[in-house]
């Protein structure tokens, strides 16, 4: 979705994160977590410290993640043998 929205896309580059995903995720019980790093210059015009101009699209975006993310079949994702990443992946 992300690349869908012209976003660049980058798998634990340039942060590894891991702690949330850890913490917070339990796979094996249904529980799944994600940590999405967002770019500041995408929503901050960061030499005003201001809202920038691309805040309203970047909220329309991950709304339109939202519900992507809330309509997946939990039992895909519970399914032996899928090939979702799982937390800390």
Wanted: glycine share 8%.
């Amino acid at each position: 979705l992300f690349r869908d929205f012209g976003y660049s896309v980058s798998l634990n580059k340039p942060y590894a994160g891991g702690f949330t995903t850890r913490h917070y995720g339990r796979p094996a019980d249904g529980i799944h977590a994600f940590q999405i790093e967002i770019n500041r210059a995408l929503y901050l015009d960061e030499k005003r410290i201001e809202r920038g101009p691309g805040l309203a699209e970047l909220v329309r975006n991950m709304r339109r993640l939202i519900v992507a993310m809330t309509s997946i079949d939990r039992d895909v994702l519970a399914a032996p043998g899928s090939t979702h990443l799982k937390a800390a992946e």
